[in-house]
């Protein structure tokens, strides 16, 4: 028998919603399932929330240091569950964009519910059963819960609750300084919390080199962000006025940590159960989805896309990934994801943004590179926004091809995308300096960066031949 749909859609978050969408603008009977709301992660807990809060927070701040830049003004008032009012405010206002009502009207078929697969080609949901030629599965992923002793018996708060929060937090112990935890702690600070934020890496924001996460942890530690790093925490509890950590420190000291509130942010988990994947056909590898580089699944007609397929759990990665999936599924055209030139940042103030390589992973993956930095204190535009913490670095091959970029920094998240352009494209680091940049501007840096390499690239025999050849009579 004929499938019912050419696309059936299990997930309706940002990859699930640009699968479905897009293949119904393509002309494809699309079917779209979701156990929630449509909008997932990104609009209900995830970026919008989490961006909404942090404009609040750079709010308050601005006011709190307007001094600095010769603007008297009183202290701020900061109010969270107002600003958690204002969350919810800014979500409401981008929920129509992901409505059932706007996805019904491209012409998707919206069910609602969560189902599983009966075999190779059937998704069984509240009864019906959906048959289509191919299946996207997009389910996303949700925090992944450290094993810490009596976590289960003490409140906690995850990205899910954050954003519900209609109370005063007067002090957030954050476990987790990566993106999210370093954000949340930010935020929370600047709107009024104490905050400590625990981790059991050396670092904060662990993925990123040493010198530019030092940058942001700096930033944190002068508004009053305290971090116990190399910590593990043994143990969990509630407390009269809240909850308390047990944890060990580097030296091995034990202590005791309290908070009014706990958020949970060390890393997320697929969301892959209960989905009928054996009866599919789909194959798991070390707890995640196989996937070929069409982001096919064992199952040759089911596909996988956003946080559930990995490795980059952002929105702008599921948006792309969608897209490879739409290419591949409807059109058959070998199309694969992209794996190199992939951006991300984290919207603390400083930013970190990066593309490609770091310098460390260069080194540890044994990579034959050099690296180059520039920091904003030698920018003119940093200097006159008052934006001079930053840095700006570049790693490339021996011969000169861009391996990866990163910028810690004021707009570290609009620069990077310079660099993007230019590993997609191949272009090299000479495009980069060659191109004029409008003075003045932040964005003088990926131009200010690359002459580094370039002078670098300048030999001392080079130099020996310039001077003989063209008389010139300096050092
Ligand atoms: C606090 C926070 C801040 C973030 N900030 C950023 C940011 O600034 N920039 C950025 O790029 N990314 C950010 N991210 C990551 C981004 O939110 C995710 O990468 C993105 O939402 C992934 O989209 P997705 O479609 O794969 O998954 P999701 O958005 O999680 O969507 C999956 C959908 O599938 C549904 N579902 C799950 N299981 C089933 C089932 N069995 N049946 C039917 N439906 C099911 C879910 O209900 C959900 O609606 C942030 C994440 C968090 C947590």
């Known amino acids: 028998m004929k499938p019912e749909f050419d696309l059936c859609v299990i997930g309706g978050g940002s990859a699930g919603l640009v699968v479905a969408a897009g293949g119904a603008g393509l002309g494809a009977k699309v079917a779209l399932v979701e156990k929630r709301a449509l909008g997932g992660d990104c609009l209900w807990t995830g970026c919008v929330p989490s961006k909404a809060l942090l404009h609040s927070a750079k709010v308050a701040h601005t006011v709190r240091t307007a001094r600095r830049a010769a603007v008297g003004a009183d202290e701020p008032e900061p109010d969270l569950p107002a600003a958690m009012a204002r969350v919810r405010a800014v979500i409401q206002t981008l929920e129509p964009h992901d409505s059932p009502a706007r996805f019904r009207g491209l012409g998707v078929e919206v069910v609602f519910g969560a189902g599983r697969f009966i075999d190779s080609g059937r998704f069984e949901v509240e009864g019906r059963t959906l048959t289509a030629k191919r299946f996207v599965i997009a389910t996303g992923s949700r925090p992944a819960l450290p094993p810490i002793p009596g976590l289960g018996l ?133 707890g995640r989805l196989a996937l070929d580089a069409r982001l096919r699944t064992a199952n040759r007609r089911i596909y996988a896309c956003g946080d559930v397929a990995g ?21 058959h055209l070998p199309v694969r994801a992209e794996t190199r030139a992939v951006p991300w940042c984290t919207f603390t103030d400083p930013e970190l943004a990066r593309v490609g390589l770091s310098e460390r992973e260069a080194a540890e993956r044994g990579v034959p590179h050099r690296a180059y930095g520039f920091d904003f204190e030698n920018l003119d535009r940093a200097v006159t926004d008052d934006a001079a913490r930053g840095r700006a670095k570049l790693v490339t091959s021996p011969r000169g091809t861009i391996l990866g970029a990163a910028i810690a920094g004021a707009g570290a998240g609009e620069l990077i995308h310079e660099y993007v352009l230019a590993m997609r494209h191949k272009l090299k680091v000479s495009d980069l300096a060659g191109a004029i940049h409008v003075y003045p501007t932040l964005a003088q840096v990926n131009r200010r960066l690359a002459e580094q390499r370039l002078k670098a690239g300048l030999t001392p025999a080079a130099k020996r031949w310039l001077k003989r050849i063209f008389g010139l009579r300096g050092n």
């Open 311 to 331: 490795p980059f759990l952002f929105t702008h990665t599921a948006e792309h990934q969608a897209g490879v999936v739409l290419k591949n599924a409807l059109f």
């Open 154 to 286: 003490t409140p906690f708060l995850t990205n899910e609750t954050l954003f519900e929060l209609r109370e005063p937090v007067p002090r957030l112990v954050i476990l987790g300084a990566g993106p999210i935890g370093m954000e949340m702690a930010q935020a929370f600070r600047r709107l009024g919390s104490e905050v400590e934020v625990l981790d059991s890496a050396e670092q904060a924001l662990p993925k990123e080199d040493r010198d530019l996460s030092a940058l942001v942890e700096r930033q944190l530690v002068e508004e009053g962000v305290r971090f116990s790093l190399g910590c593990e925490a043994l143990e969990a509890a509630p407390a009269p006025n809240g909850i308390r950590l047990t944890v060990r420190g580097p030296t091995g000291a034990q202590r005791g940590i309290e908070g009014s509130h706990l958020l949970i942010a060390v890393g997320r988990k697929p969301n892959l159960e209960d989905l009928g994947l054996d009866a599919a056909g789909v194959a798991l590898e070390n």
